[in-house]
Antibody, heavy 119, light 107 residues
Framework: EVQLVESGGGLVQPGGSLRLSCAAS????????MYWVRQAPGKGLVWVSR????????SYADSVKGRFTISRDNAKNTLYLQMNSLRVEDTAVYYC????????????WGQGTLVTVSS | DIQMTQSPSSLSASVGDRVTITCRAS??????LNWYQEKPGKAPKLLIY???SLQSGVPSRFGGSGSGTDFTLTISSLQPEDFATYYC?????????FGPGTKVDIK
C-alpha cells in the first residue's frame, strides 16, 4: 500500500525555520517525481515545489523561491522541504504528493502537516 | 504564470442532479489539466488527469473534457459523497497553478 507520511510541522516565529519530512512507503520512491502543495486555513490549494526522481531538478513557486528548498534522500525514501525566513503567510497545511507521469497528476497525497507562523 | 479560473465558485445541487464545473486557463495548456476533489480534513483526491482520463477507482459518473483553454468537469448524477470542493490544476508549465475551487453543497 502506498503511504506518504509528513512530519515536522509546528509553531514557529516569523523569520524562523522548519524542515518538513515526507516518509514514503509501498512504492519505488526513487522512480517518482515528488511535490509539496500547501493549503492555508480556509483557502485553496497552492503548488509549492517539485523535485525530479533523482533530485537533480527542482522548481518553486515564486512566493517561496529563495526561502524554501526541496530535496530527497532516495536511500531513505524521504522527501524534504527546508523552509527558511518563514512569514505569517506561509501558515498552512503542507502536503507531499506523488506524480504519476503524463500531465503530472498527483495520485497519492499524505495527510498533511500544519505549519503555523506566528509571534 | 498561467492563471486558472473556475466557475461557478459554489453551487447547490440535489442528489441525482447533473453538475458541470468549468475551468479556464489564461493561455493554452493543451490537455495538461487535472481535477481533484477535496473534503474537509482530508487530502485531495485525484479524479481526472490529462483533461479527460478517469483515475483508477474513481466512479464513472465523473467525466472531464476540453483542451486549450476551456475545460469541464461533469458529475452525471450527483451522489451524497460528492459534496465537496473541486479544483482544477494546470501542469503545462511551472508553477503548476490550481484554480480557486468550486464548492458543491446540498440544496
Amino acid at each position: 500500500e502506498v503511504q506518504l507520511v509528513e512530519s515536522g510541522g509546528g509553531l514557529v516565529q516569523p523569520g524562523g525555520s522548519l524542515r518538513l519530512s515526507c516518509a514514503a512507503s509501498g512504492f519505488t520512491f526513487s522512480r517518482y517525481w515528488m511535490y509539496w502543495v500547501r493549503q492555508a486555513p480556509g483557502k485553496g490549494l497552492v503548488w509549492v515545489s517539485r523535485i525530479n526522481s533523482d533530485g537533480s531538478s527542482t522548481s518553486y513557486a515564486d512566493s517561496v523561491k529563495g526561502r524554501f528548498t526541496i530535496s530527497r534522500d532516495n536511500a531513505k525514501n524521504t522527501l524534504y522541504l527546508q523552509m527558511n525566513s518563514l512569514r505569517v503567510e506561509d501558515t498552512a497545511v503542507y502536503y507531499c504528493a506523488r506524480d504519476i507521469g503524463y500531465s503530472s497528476p498527483l495520485d497519492y497525497w499524505g495527510q498533511g502537516t500544519l505549519v503555523t507562523v506566528s509571534s | 504564470d498561467i492563471q486558472m479560473t473556475q466557475s461557478p465558485s459554489s453551487l447547490s445541487a440535489s442528489v441525482g442532479d447533473r453538475v458541470t464545473i468549468t475551468c479556464r486557463a489564461s493561455q493554452s495548456i493543451s490537455t495538461y489539466l487535472n481535477w481533484y476533489q477535496e473534503k474537509p480534513g482530508k487530502a485531495p483526491k485525484l479524479l481526472i488527469y490529462a483533461a479527460s482520463s478517469l483515475q483508477s477507482g474513481v466512479p464513472s459518473r465523473f467525466g472531464g473534457s476540453g483542451s486549450g483553454t476551456d475545460f469541464t468537469l461533469t458529475i452525471s448524477s450527483l451522489q451524497p459523497e460528492d459534496f465537496a470542493t473541486y479544483y482544477c490544476q494546470q501542469t503545462y508549465s511551472t508553477p503548476f497553478t490550481f484554480g480557486p475551487g468550486t464548492k458543491v453543497d446540498i440544496k
